[in-house]
């Protein structure tokens, strides 16, 4: 079986990024976002999803973190279409459950091709150190749009706004890792139209 890897930049008036994406990597993350925060939750995403991910972005967060954390949604997105190539044998579907202290998160998506996102993370303090919250649905959408798949994601309850996020990026990772992986049963495109 190929590495499946890409690597995208994409520079704006607003910010510059950098990333390479190998989906069969060992859960290894290098990555500066200039938020702490999220890079603490792309460093737990790419853990629990065995993916590697380097990522470097220089943006205007003296302005607020909204166009970094978005662009590299755009870019992670574009570089996860690029990396799963022709689709051939995955699983295609990934659902997972993740607990987190008091919170539970639900993650559920399909490499389907048709990008669309269902977000209900429930109330959330505005900040977390200096992430605006508001910005994970905004990180979920740009990367569902670019990456072709249908992802729905919910915080089922929990208290702290700090474990509601990090079950949500913990389940995603989960789900990504399900979704990807060869199945050996599957013999090319999962899907009866015969291509995704």
Known sequence: MSIRT???ERKTAETSVKLILNLDGNGHGV???GIGFFDHMLNL?????????????DGDIDVDGHHSVEDIGITLGQAFKQAIGDKKGIRR???????MDEALAFVSLDISGRPF??????EMAPMIGGYDTELTEEFLRAFAVN?????????LYGKNSHHKVEAIFKALGHA????????P????????KGSL
């Open 147 to 155: 990456a072709g798949i249908t992802l729905h994601v919910r915080v």
């Open 176 to 183: 990504l890792r399900i979704a990807v992986e060869k199945d």
């Open 117 to 122: 996102l269902v977000y209900d993370g429930g």
């Open 93 to 99: 579907y990934g659902t997972f459950y993740l607990p």
């Open 6 to 8: 890409a690597t995208v």
């Open 185 to 192: 049963r599957v013999d090319g495109i999962p899907s009866t």
């Open 31 to 33: 990555i500066d976002s």
């Open 45 to 57: 995403m790419t853990a629990h999803g065995l993916m590697d991910l380097t990522l470097a972005c």
